[in-house]
């Protein structure tokens, strides 16, 4: 009798059933790399050019534009022989790390690394970074895959880190949403930046909250659950701000009130995350601790 090509083989007790078949869509997956690359590669360009200068609107715009192509082209990787459709949230894992690979380019050359060196080190870990965002993404979209509690942690990491670039990208893109002491006083900030900083922090930490929540399974409160991540981070994105937290340190704590927030949605669902979560906290904050000490060490 032959099987389905979509029949399993035999496994081993703890590990995922592979299917059969071939890894789907390998091809589309490369081609969807390559173009999302090649287009950050595109509209960075002006940023060789010193004469050049991109407005943040405009920046934004773009970043909105490669968002949207990557999850044009991960829904057609996705939906390559799938029968049910792609789930919505699977293609914000993949959006936010393009768009977060973008938003680093202008982040770095901000921090005083040449724009050359910033866009080819960004475009060479983003070519990575794309691709494991996609596959970590299949494991919930595939008919029959039965997603471990790795596949989570890949997926929560990759989230959390985007956010982390994409606050850093909106504070350096901004004109007075990034806060240096020689710069800014305590008070004086205004406040269509700080609202508009804030805005642009909560839309990056509702799709996080999206896909996390969507993840723990169906839920009848999931627009709910995720507002109260934009909530929030756009509180704590406006009180960063008007208390000038300087450089890195506000994107940050921005990332620390994510991940508090994050836990706190976990241990309501998944029991062995109580377990995991000290080890994750701990890892969180010696890269805090690492940030704050390289804002001091560059004062």
Partial sequence: MT??????????????????????????ERVLVLLSMGLIGLVSLPLMA??????????????????????????????????R?????SLVTPVLVAVAVYAAIPAAAWLGLHPALALAGALAAGAVLVRTAVDAELPFVRLGDLPLERDRRIVEGLLLGAAFLLFIGAAATLPGGWPLPELDVP??????????????????????????????????AIGWASGTYAVVVGAASILFRWLAVPGLMGP???????????????????????????????????????????QLLGR
């Fill in 187 to 220: 008070g004086e900030v205004l406040a269509e930046t700080a609202v508009t900083l804030a805005l642009a922090d909560a839309s990056i930490a509702l799709l996080v909250g999206f896909r996390l929540t969507a993840m723990g399974g169906p839920a009848p």
């Fill in 3 to 28: 099987g389905s090509p979509r029949s399993r083989t035999a496994c081993r007790v703890g590990e995922r059933p592979e299917l059969v078949h071939e890894p789907p869509a390998r091809s589309q």
């Fill in 252 to 294: 940050a704590l921005l990332a620390v009130v994510l991940y508090l927030r994050t836990i706190v949605r976990a241990r309501a669902s998944a029991p062995d995350r109580s377990t995991r979560w000290p080890y994750e906290a701990l890892i969180l904050v010696l890269a805090v601790v690492a940030v704050v000490a390289y």
């Fill in 50 to 83: 010193p004469s050049v200068a991109m407005d943040w609107r405009t920046q934004w715009f773009v970043a909105v534009v490669i968002g949207g192509a990557v999850a044009v082209g991960a829904f057609q990787v996705y939906g390559e022989k799938e029968p």
């Fill in 85 to 89: 459709g792609v789930p919505l949230e």
